[in-house]
């Protein structure tokens, strides 16, 4: 199973940027998230979402600013960013568990699948 994380890029305060992960696997059940990480800083969950769409988490950083959204026909998962703050510049990673991970959304074990990071940069 690959993913192929794309769509980051530098973007000044208060923009948006749509990041995809497409990924070569095909799954009954699965948990799609994403993670970044900033320089020098641990790798942090940003957002997480169930295969069939109706669960979704969201760090309390990102809340009300990111949205996760999924495309199960073509195995996508979306991460659409808006009102982006410096604070917000990392290396973006997907991540795919092949099951739902219940409570463990957060921790960056449950997930067996990572793409390669994308870079986000906010900054005027």
């Known amino acids: 199973v690959q993913l192929q994380a794309s769509g980051g890029g530098l973007v000044q305060p208060g923009g948006s940027l749509r990041l995809s992960c497409a990924t070569s696997g095909q799954f009954s059940s699965w948990t799609m998230a994403w993670f970044r990480q900033a320089p020098g800083k641990e790798r942090d969950f940003v957002a997480a979402i169930k295969w069939n769409g109706d669960t979704k988490y969201y760090a309390e950083s990102v809340k009300g600013r990111f949205t996760i959204s999924r495309d199960n026909d073509k195995n996508t998962a979306d991460l659409h960013m808006s009102m982006l703050k410096p604070e917000d510049t990392a290396v973006y990673f997907c991540?795919?568990?092949?099951?739902?991970?219940?409570?463990?959304?957060?921790?960056?074990?449950?997930?067996?699948?990572w793409g390669q990071g994308t870079q986000v940069t906010v900054s005027s």
């Open positions: 991540a795919v568990a092949p099951t739902w991970v219940g409570n463990d959304y957060t921790q960056s074990t449950p997930y067996r699948y």
